[in-house]
């Protein structure tokens, strides 16, 4: 990588992480979720996207029924 894109990635990186600390702790799961579909689409099958879709949607399914009859 040369360092003009090792700077761009970490900028990037800095960017996100700041967007990232306005949101809930609940919307992680459907940000990963949404990233590792779209890596998965793009790059074909591969083990870490597959594993990052499946859990991230399991989170994002456990979230939905809370919501939907919580236990309280």
Do not use: E, K
């Not at 949607?57 to 979230?63: E, K």
């Amino acid at each position: 990588m040369s360092p003009f894109a090792s700077l761009a990635v970490c900028m990037l990186s800095m960017a996100a992480g700041l967007q990232a600390s306005s949101l809930r702790p609940n919307q992680y799961s459907v940000i990963i979720l949404c990233f590792s579909l779209a890596w998965l689409w793009f790059d074909g099958p591969n083990a870490p996207g597959f594993g990052l879709s499946l859990g991230s949607g399991w989170v994002v399914l456990n979230q939905a029924v809370d919501r939907l009859a919580p236990l309280n």
